[in-house]
């Protein structure tokens, strides 16, 4: 199933600036892909860096966790839940991501329990890999106060 940004929008809480992901292939149960076009019109060029813009390495993680949320939020369980981030392991920055790139996010669920969860994110320009992280979340029903065990 593919999602435009119409449709992301009417999963994800997120806005611009912040809603970073432009397209959601669901592509199974437990993976999904996203893409990002990176644009030189991007508001975090303007200071980062200024003569050789290159994005940020953190929006990049966030854009794996936004890809990752679009598939948690499109299960039935979770619909009308909040992801917040809970972790980050094995973070790593490979190569600069520059205007006129397109990154390519694929996002493998690696475990859950209950609404706490681990994700397997890669961002990929032109099928090299610029990043990679393990993206531990919890998604929150708000107005439900959740009782500790």
């Given at each position: 199933?593919?999602?435009?940004?119409?449709?992301?929008?009417d999963i994800l809480p997120h806005r611009f600036?912040?809603?970073?992901?432009?397209?959601?292939?669901?592509?199974?149960?437990g993976t999904v892909t996203g893409i990002k076009?990176?644009?030189?019109?991007?508001?975090?060029?303007?200071?980062?860096?200024?003569?050789?813009?290159?994005?940020?390495?953190?929006?990049?993680?966030?854009?794996?966790?936004?890809?990752?949320?679009?598939?948690?939020?499109?299960?039935?369980?979770?619909?009308?839940?909040?992801?917040?981030?809970?972790?980050?392991?094995?973070?790593?920055?490979?190569?600069?991501?520059?205007?006129?790139?397109?990154?390519?996010?694929?996002?493998?669920?690696?475990?859950?329990?209950?609404?706490?969860?681990?994700?397997?994110?890669?961002?990929?320009?032109?099928?090299?890999?610029?990043?990679?992280?393990?993206?531990?979340?919890?998604?929150?029903?708000?107005?439900?106060?959740?009782?500790?065990?």
């Amino acid at each position: 199933m593919e999602l435009n940004v119409q449709k992301i929008q009417d999963i994800l809480p997120h806005r611009f600036p912040f809603l970073l992901v432009d397209r959601v292939y669901l592509t199974g149960e437990g993976t999904v892909t996203g893409i990002k076009n990176v644009t030189i019109n991007e508001w975090f060029f303007q200071g980062h860096y200024p003569g050789r813009p290159i994005m940020p390495g953190v929006l990049i993680i966030e854009t794996m966790a936004q890809v990752g949320a679009t598939m948690m939020m499109n299960w039935e369980k979770f619909r009308g839940c909040t992801p917040y981030f809970a972790s980050l392991d094995k973070v790593r920055f490979r190569k600069p991501v520059e205007p006129g790139d397109q990154l390519v996010i694929e996002i493998t669920l690696l475990k859950m329990k209950g609404p706490i969860g681990k994700l397997q994110g890669v961002a990929k320009v032109r099928e090299v890999v610029v990043a990679e992280a393990e993206i531990g979340f919890s998604l929150v029903r708000e107005g439900v106060k959740e009782e500790k065990p």
